[in-house]
């Protein structure tokens, strides 16, 4: 649930920066117009060419998104924030630049006017209308942009100094560094960021309480706690004597959904350069692991997911009504088939799909996977299976945002329940949403077949997300992820 917030609230950030990168555009050409007299453009495409907007809204969405700022922010400077906003709008006016003397724009040329004499007092420091629209956007677009984000950050610190959209976490280490870390994160409230409890460092915990917050226990009890209790996320707090024992926490750490920071007894400046390194008042924190899937990517995802599904629902209805007549003539039971399955974070949902056997319980447990000649399969159902069809109601799923087009194929509560343990990362496949269709789909990695390597082409899709990744997958479904030897 944390992480479909953040989503939102990323949405909401890229469609305010948006509007400030219109505004800004804007602004600039008026500036042009009035300076230099120049009349409004006669055709319509003047309205979209000359303001620069077309240009600009893409690259300066993608540059603040290579600067990491739409990222988490809970546990990073504010200050900083507004650092990385003067950095890329520097690096986007560049590539603006660069931009339109690639694609041979004559906007830099239009209109020059030789001797400027500007303001009355014989200044030249512009002298021609496009340096003089792209310094005012220079100006103005980290000026709004930053007084957008100042808002946006004030009334999330407003809503979470009382008591919502806050992040639960717990703590492992009840020494020193444990009790900087509780007193550094309640000391800034703005971040949401609430110690929910702890777990002692030793073995056995040695006391009830620590900063007022209780000890649920010891590391010999870390998974029966966070099975138990709700935590998104964990903070590592070992202090340097325990540091050899960190490897070991983390591969039991790989059980859970949960995003894992690390707090290091040490200076900043001795942290390895592979982790991603943050600072809280001087106190640093190593993000060790953290869902890919967020920021402008987790934003550019869910919109290819609303547009695509949207899209095969109203190709696919005549279709699936067909499917859907045919299903309640030669069988009894429900045309739609729902099921617990498991997608982002360890989050249940109903999963649909076309009946294609003889009706049973959705909710009946079973912890094996549909063999073939299956004597439950119908008729219609086998051929369903077949071509794959009996997903297409999923695009409800990816609607209603329990699921993505593309993602790791989803599993039942039970058969995670089993697999977590037997295979070490099979829950890093919970850090995206489920979909349905996959990296391990288009290699023809489905049904009776290997869990190992499955698995692998999960991760790696998990750890090399992009945007352009998702749509490769959808250009090679219908050639390799619908009709498959081993779906039965």
């Known amino acids: 649930m944390l992480k479909q917030r953040h989503q939102l609230f990323v949405s909401l950030l890229v469609g305010a920066d948006a509007a400030a990168v219109i505004l800004a555009c804007l602004i600039a050409w008026a500036s042009r117009l009035w300076v230099f007299e120049q009349s409004p453009p006669a055709d319509w495409e003047g309205y979209f060419k000359e303001p620069l907007v077309l240009f600009a809204l893409p690259i300066v969405l993608y540059t603040m998104a290579a600067f990491r700022l739409y990222r988490p922010k809970r546990d990073r400077s504010p200050w900083n924030e507004q650092g990385q906003i003067l950095k890329s709008s520097f690096v986007s006016i560049v590539v603006l630049v660069v931009a339109l003397w690639a ?89 949401g960021i609430n110690v929910s409890f702890f777990i002692s460092h030793h073995d056995q915990p040695r006391g009830e309480t620590c900063m007022g917050k209780p000890v649920v226990g010891g590391l010999d009890d870390l998974e029966r706690i966070l099975e138990g209790k709700r935590a998104d996320a964990v903070y590592l707090a070992l202090p340097s004597s325990q540091g050899g024992r960190v490897p070991e926490l983390l591969k039991r750490l790989e059980r859970f ?23 809280l008042e001087g106190m640093p924190i190593l993000s060790y692991r953290e869902c890919p899937i967020t920021g402008l990517g987790g934003f550019s995802k869910r919109l290819l997911d609303i547009v695509g599904a949207s899209t095969a629902l109203v190709l696919f209805s005549p279709l699936m009504i067909g499917i859907a007549i045919a299903i309640r003539l030669t069988s009894p039971g429900p045309v739609i088939f729902k099921q617990r399955r498991v997608s982002l974070a360890g989050e249940v949902f109903k999963i649909y799909k076309f009946r294609t056997m003889a009706h049973i319980d959705d909710e009946q447990p079973d912890t094996a996977w549909t063999q073939r000649n299956d004597p439950r399969i119908t008729r219609v159902g086998a051929w369903l299976r077949k071509t794959s069809i009996d997903e297409l109601p999923q695009l409800i799923n990816v609607l209603k945002g329990d699921m993505a087009l593309v993602g790791p194929r989803p599993e039942r509560p039970e058969l995670i329940a089993r697999f977590r343990d037997d295979w070490r990362g099979y829950m890093l496949r919970q850090h995206v949403k489920a979909g349905i269709t996959g990296w391990a789909q288009v290699n023809g990695l489905r049904g009776d077949t290997s869990l190992r390597k499955r698995l692998q082409y999960d991760l790696f899709y998990v750890r090399h997300w992009s945007i352009w990744f998702d749509i490769r997958i959808l250009f090679l479904t219908p050639f390799k992820g619908f009709v498959n030897h081993n779906a039965h």
Request: proline share 4%.
């Open 103 to 191: 694609v041979g724009s004559d906007f830099l040329n239009r209109g020059r006017i030789e001797d400027a004499e500007l303001w009355g007092i014989g200044s030249r420091l512009i002298t021609d209308p496009a340096r003089l629209q792209l310094l005012v956007l220079a100006i103005t677009m980290p000026v709004l942009i930053g007084g957008q984000r100042f808002i946006f950050r004030s009334g999330l610190r407003f809503i979470r100094r009382r008591g919502y959209n806050l992040c639960h976490v717990a703590i492992i280490g009840v020494g020193r560094l444990g009790q900087i870390t509780a007193r550094t994160l309640g000391r800034n409230s703005w971040t």
């Open 257 to 279: 959904a949960v995003d894992v920071r690390i707090v290091p007894d040490v200076h900043p400046r001795y942290v390895p350069q592979s982790m991603t390194v943050n600072e």
